[in-house]
């Protein structure tokens, strides 16, 4: 799944393609893709100008003019890319928003996870599941002092947490392993009983390593793409994640792999402390 590095890479690339035109027609080939009734979604945006993207944790947000907001999750495999309108319609291809200039945006989706919204400008937290989110990594309000308090509070494990979102957003699997071994803590620790020192290595190696994969234009282990066509260049910079059964980078010991929250993790046995607390150890 594109995490927040990787859509912000989609972000950039996207913006000078479609900044500032017109949308003329909207197709929609699988009405899924589409929060609500994709006929009225493709009839809104009919004569539409695109302002700007931003984005939001792992969410794209296309502003509009008329004070409307298009917003758009990846999840698993979505990728978009300009054409011409009137080129073959492939198999995985979804929608597409064809602009008086000529050219079109096309929506892909292997597994069609992805999906679309509509909203007015300004209620996307009360809309959409942006409202479910936590904050950024590397924002004013993600601080040290906020990471602490926010996992003194918790007692699921570190990786779950980190997982759902609700504390920071735009980390997934990929980046979780990665900060959780640069910052020597176990993935099943309770967040509660990580050390205030350890849960201030995981919100510096949180923005370190967030801030360095956007950089590089984020991390193209299986199918990641940007609106270029380009892949990442972090997986080059990976210490854990896909290195299950070779040994660690710091201590040697060989790297292992289980499962949390459903999700393939893998961490070192020996340098990754298992936080508890203590009436959990009895």
């Known amino acids: 799944m594109p995490e927040m590095p990787e859509v912000e890479t989609v972000r950039r690339t996207l913006t000078p393609l479609v900044a500032g035109k017109t949308i003329k027609k909207v197709?929609?080939?699988?009405?899924?893709?589409?929060?609500?009734?994709?006929?009225?979604?493709?009839?809104?945006?009919?004569?539409?100008?695109?302002?700007?993207?931003?984005?939001y944790g792992k969410f794209l947000l296309?502003?509009?003019?008329?004070?409307?907001?298009?917003?758009?999750?990846?999840?698993?495999?979505?990728?978009?890319?300009?054409?011409?309108?009137?080129?073959?319609?492939?198999?995985?291809?979804?929608?597409?928003f064809a602009f008086t200039d000529g050219t079109a945006l096309r929506y892909s989706d292997v597994r069609k996870f992805g999906r679309m919204q509509l909203v007015e400008t300004g209620t996307e937290r009360e809309q959409t599941g942006i409202g479910k989110l936590g904050v950024e990594p590397n924002s004013p309000e993600f601080t040290r002092d906020f990471l602490c308090r926010a996992l003194a509070k918790k007692s699921k494990k570190i990786k779950n947490?980190?997982?759902?979102?609700?504390?920071?957003?735009?980390?997934?699997?990929?980046?979780?392993?990665?900060v959780l071994w640069q910052s020597r803590i176990h993935p099943l620790s309770q967040a509660s009983a990580i050390p205030s020192e350890k849960v201030t290595a995981l919100h510096d190696n949180i923005n370190q390593t967030?801030?360095?994969?956007?950089?590089?234009?984020?991390?193209?282990?299986?199918?990641?793409?940007?609106?270029d066509g380009q892949s990442g260049q972090f997986q080059k910079k990976l210490q854990v994640?896909?290195?299950?059964?070779?040994?660690?980078?710091?201590?040697?010991?060989?790297?292992?792999?289980?499962?949390?929250?459903?999700?393939?993790?893998?961490?070192?046995?020996?340098?990754?402390?298992?936080?508890?607390?203590?009436?959990?150890?009895?």
């Open 27 to 55: 197709e929609v080939w699988y009405d899924k893709i589409i929060a609500g009734d994709a006929r009225a979604f493709a009839q809104k945006l009919a004569g539409k100008q695109i302002l700007r993207v931003d984005r």
């Open 62 to 96: 296309f502003r509009l003019s008329d004070n409307l907001t298009l917003v758009s999750h990846l999840r698993m495999e979505g990728k978009y890319r300009l054409l011409a309108p009137q080129a073959a319609v492939g198999k995985h291809d979804h929608v597409q």
């Open 161 to 178: 947490l980190l997982l759902d979102q609700s504390v920071v957003c735009g980390l997934g699997n990929i980046y979780c392993d990665e």
């Open 210 to 227: 967030i801030a360095l994969a956007t950089k590089l234009r984020g991390t193209t282990v299986h199918t990641f793409l940007d609106a």
């Open 241 to 282: 994640y896909g290195h299950a059964g070779e040994p660690c980078q710091r201590c040697g010991t060989v790297l292992e792999k289980i499962k949390v929250s459903g999700r393939g993790t893998t961490f070192c046995p020996q340098c990754q402390v298992l936080y508890r607390e203590k009436h959990k150890q009895d």
